[in-house]
């Protein structure tokens, strides 16, 4: 089954951390009221881009470090952790990896051509991009490069590939983090 927006959330809601809070921001629409109880969910008046949202999203944030994560995606349990520890090792911006669900071998293939250079059986390593399913950015990089660019629209718009273009543009450091 594909994960809906409330298995995402709650994902987010427990993360483990040593010592460290995790604020947990939702952008869009909730018209069937997936959104759980516990975070802090901004409506917008109509549907937005991926883009759009992570920039709400970002403009409302108060934390350093900003992580991304896709409605349809579930965070492992140390996902934060793990991201942290890579932005602590002097990496401006962190990927997660993709684990593939058995499914149609239509949408399998289709998700081995798309994510291929970012599932969880890789090793861990520098990036030139970064797809932004699961995505963190220290603030400071986001705010330099101006955020995520909002003329990109659609579900594969390239929003993404183009930030993270940005971020090499500018010095910033990419890493991958299967893990």
Do not use: K
Request: proline content about 6%; glycine content about 12%.
């Amino acid at each position: 089954l594909t994960p809906t927006v409330r298995d995402a959330a709650r994902s987010a809601m427990q993360q483990q951390t040593a010592n460290e809070a995790v604020e947990v921001l939702g952008v869009g629409q909730d018209r069937y009221g997936r959104v759980p109880a516990g975070v802090t969910f901004i409506q917008t008046p109509q549907p937005v881009s991926v883009g759009v949202a992570r920039n709400i999203g970002a403009a409302h944030a108060r934390g350093e470090y900003l992580l991304f994560l896709d409605a349809d995606c579930i965070a492992v349990p140390a996902l934060v952790a793990h991201v942290l520890a890579a932005h602590r090792a002097g990496y401006d911006a962190v990927g997660g990896s993709v684990r593939l669900e058995p499914t149609d071998r239509w949408v399998q293939a289709d998700n081995l051509l798309v994510f291929g250079d970012h599932l969880n059986t890789l090793p861990a390593g520098p990036r030139q991009f970064l797809p932004g399913f699961c995505f963190s950015v220290h603030r400071a990089a986001y705010d330099t490069v101006g955020g995520f660019d909002p003329r990109f629209v659609g579900a594969a718009g390239g929003d993404d590939g183009d930030f993270c273009l940005r971020l090499l543009a500018a010095g910033f450091r990419l890493w991958f983090a299967p893990e």
